[in-house]
């Protein structure tokens, strides 16, 4: 099999900041943006503009890692500039600290995969009615040809410019000298016939689910029962108890997560306590954050991220992660999205952590087809691209599933099904949970049911979302809402729901999974996740999906091999505590 090349640039970093003037001083200082910028297929140094606010004319520290830089590699003039030696230093968090404020710590990855995003002037409506990039397109390169050289020769043929790069996939970006779509069509066309190239790359949109909200009356019903369908606390209190137990303590690693979100509000009191080191007496070691700052605490970032490393009882969020420190090996969330070029920057983000040791990546994400049908016939409405779009993306991502089994085999990737009630496993309809690989888990979203005098493990306890996408793709479901952060504390925070949220849910348990048995592969994590699934729905039958069914049926092999089971042929509900009992008890199969 051939193997493409993994280009490892040599590192140096010029970071560019918009310096607030001196009035605006006592603001809290925060870091808006980190990114890529100038010559992004430079392998001698790498450019990174920062924008921040807050920051005022006085003496300024730029954080990597823990370490201050030196005063050499440091300079201000107009903006920050910093060059580093690859040599020096690796991937890590970044803040900056002046006086007694410090910023929020973004993640700064040496990998070198980087997207560029349109301008607004850079973007027209196409035939379909959806935003598209008029002069950017990736291109996917074969394998047995040199990607970089590929892409220089064919910028040359077309009168275009290499502007990013995904180097593991063989992607690279260009800018085309096209003025409108009838000319970037007609290069997309010749293009697409070159015998080096796989595939042509367009972006339409944004590529983030954006989640509606749920109604009043569902607002007034949330509560405790919502995640208690999942046994969420029940699994942060075993944590807690088995993992330093006296009579047989158990030994964890640090897992690294990565979330492809754009940012979070670092004002908030769900996440106040993770700027700069985020040093915290009495819980070393401890879940850590690191993202881009928000402006508001109930975004969709926020609200993902919350879900795993929110503080307890301040804010309108609870972190499932947050509530292991103490007995939990330090839990690193990372939050990036690359660049705002759509489904192509959240691809070459997800290289970055992978490449910079995330074992689990969270795609609280996904798009449909133009024309894809609902459960119930009608047309999907929300989150569509064009056939041409959705054709670039399938291959970018299945080069993208191909790298991964062939270089990090360990790592798993755990997409929302979808929110449009349609079917998750039909590539025709949806991306990326169609993709049918041991790594890549996929989740619907429940809800609580009206049943109130009904067991826990109960499948009426629960009901299927009625937007959540279905079908025997989708793995297990989990607790589809959830509140967000607010801005101050003990408010509550509004309602959000979609399968977006339940995807965190999953991810959560998945790392914890592996902090306790760190040799745990895909299909044995999860085989543990449906092992201990708990079940929902009331269909017995192995039948095609339908409106009523959510998950794949359960089978004997996920039930001790009993044919009788009552579970047998059910979906399947998320049980955190019981999957973190079964992984605890798959350790006594190590020695």
């Not at 409108?180 to 944004?206: K, N, T």
């Amino acid at each position: 099999m051939l193997r493409r090349p993994l280009l490892r640039p040599v590192f140096s970093a010029l970071l560019v900041a918009s310096i607030a003037p001196s009035a605006l001083a006592a603001e809290p200082l925060r870091l808006k943006h980190l990114y890529r910028c100038e010559d992004a297929l430079d392998t001698q140094r790498q450019t990174f503009c920062l924008t921040a606010r807050g920051v005022s004319d006085g003496q300024l520290q730029v954080v990597l890692d823990g370490k201050a830089l030196p005063a050499s590699a440091v300079r201000r003039g107009d903006g920050l500039r910093i060059t580093l030696e690859s040599k020096s230093y690796q991937s890590g968090p970044l803040w900056l600290k002046q006086g007694n404020q410090v910023s929020n710590p973004v993640w700064l990855s040496m990998a070198g995969s980087h997207v560029v995003a349109a301008r607004p002037g850079e973007v027209a409506e196409n035939m379909d009615g959806l935003n598209t990039y008029v002069d950017l397109v990736s291109v996917v390169i074969e394998e047995d040809a040199q990607g970089l050289d590929t892409a220089k020769a064919l910028a040359r043929k077309y009168g275009a410019e290499v502007v990013g790069a995904i180097a593991p996939l063989n992607t690279y970006q260009l800018r085309l000298p096209a003025k409108d779509l009838v000319q970037r069509d007609a290069m997309v066309l010749r293009l697409g016939s070159e015998l080096s190239v796989d595939a042509v790359v367009i972006e339409e949109s944004s590529a983030e689910e954006q989640e509606a909200q749920a109604g009043a009356s569902q607002e007034d019903q949330l509560g405790e029962e919502e995640w208690a369908a999942n046994r969420f606390v029940d699994a942060v209190n075993y944590y807690q108890r088995r993992i330093p137990s006296k009579r047989s303590p158990i030994t964890t690693k640090p897992v690294r997560i990565g979330l492809i979100e754009r940012n979070v509000d670092f004002d908030a009191p769900d996440f106040r306590d993770y700027l700069g080191a985020a040093e915290r007496q009495g819980h070393t070691p401890h879940t850590r954050l690191y993202s881009r700052d928000a402006d508001k605490p109930d975004g969709h970032g926020s609200t993902v991220a919350g879900i795993l490393a929110a503080r307890w009882n301040d804010g309108g969020n609870t972190g499932f992660l947050r509530g292991l420190d103490g007995a939990g090996p330090g839990f690193e969330v990372i939050v990036d999205r690359n660049s705002d070029a759509g489904i192509t920057a959240n691809i070459a983000a997800s290289v970055n952590l992978v490449e910079d040791g995330v074992r689990v990546l969270n795609w609280s994400w996904g798009i449909h087809r133009i024309g894809a049908k609902n459960i119930h016939g009608d047309e999907v409405d929300s989150l569509v691209r064009s056939g041409v779009a959705m054709s670039g993306y399938e291959e970018l991502l299945e080069e993208f599933f191909l790298w991964l089994r062939r270089e990090h085999p360990d790592v798993v990737v755990v997409n929302s099904a979808g929110n449009g009630a349609s079917f998750s496993g039909a590539d025709d309809y949806r991306l990326p949970s169609s993709f049918v690989t041991e790594q890549l888990f996929v989740v619907g979203g429940h809800q609580r049911s009206e049943h109130k005098d009904v067991a826990v493990d109960d499948p009426a306890y629960v009901t299927r979302r009625s937007s959540s996408n279905v079908d025997t793709r989708v793995d297990i479901t989990a607790a589809a809402c959830v509140r967000a952060s607010t801005a101050k504390e003990n408010q509550q925070g509004s309602v959000h729901c979609g399968t977006s949220y339940a995807t965190p849910l999953v991810a959560g348990v998945v790392a914890a999974l592996m902090s306790i048995n760190p040799d745990l592969h895909p299909d044995q994590l999860r085989m543990l996740l449906r092992r201990s699934a708990m079940t929902i729905g009331e269909e017995f039958d192995f039948e095609p999906t339908d409106a009523d069914d959510l998950t794949a049926p359960i089978l004997p092999s996920e039930r001790g091999f009993d044919l009788n089971d009552k579970d047998i042929g059910r979906s399947a509900r998320l049980d955190m505590q019981k999957a973190l009992d079964l992984t605890v008890r798959s350790l006594n199969n190590k020695q």
